[in-house]
């Protein structure tokens, strides 16, 4: 499950109503598919939603997480669940954000309760590297710090994302030049993304999502 929400954690660029399918894959083999969609509102606020189905051993699992930024980047609301066998919510979180830090409401099953994570109101949650490609274009070698929200171990936790510069990738069978953007902290990421910032490809750990190129 980590690796999956280490996933959901990366910020992609957004373009009014896009989406893509993508491959999941952990060890080199298939286990789902997901599916990516992300718009840019008309206050300027960016809106990304992942979908992921997949398989492990006899359990199917679908999990969807929805995140909400301002137009600099800093966080205004999250969104997670996930689903069983037989469309049953096993856990359910929403996050909203105020200058004291992040506001929970966490569904366990029946169980609901509510919690305060602070983050002190000098750490930099602002993380413009949301809008990369899409409204700013980052030059090789450009950093930013900031701190997001994990919607797994409910912690804030500092993040550096960093673009690296265009890199050829195989995708489909066909050579694809992409941009390469580099997540670190607790769990190190990279992404190749298009030039609108869609994913062609992510890495994290032993996990790959891959996009399925359209027919």
Known sequence: MKQFLSILGLGLVAISGAQVK????????VLGTASVTQQVKSDGSKFLEY?????????KMTLRSQNTYDKEGAPIR????????????????VATFDKEGANLVILDGGDRKTKQVPLTQ????????????????????DKVDSYVFNMDSLQWELQTATFKGTKSI????????AHEVETTGNRKATAFLDDHGLPWLIESGSMTMRRIPEK
């Open 78 to 93: 999250k969104f997670m669940e996930a689903i069983i066998p037989g469309g049953k919510m096993q856990r359910q979180i």
């Open 122 to 141: 000098t750490a930099p949650r602002k993380n413009k590297s949301e809008f990369w490609f899409l409204r700013d274009k980052p030059k090789v070698g």
């Open 22 to 29: 993508m491959s999941i894959e952990v060890g080199g083999k």
């Open 51 to 59: 979908r992921m189905d997949w398989t492990s051993g006899q359990t």
């Open 170 to 177: 195989e995708i489909g069978g066909k050579k694809i030049l």
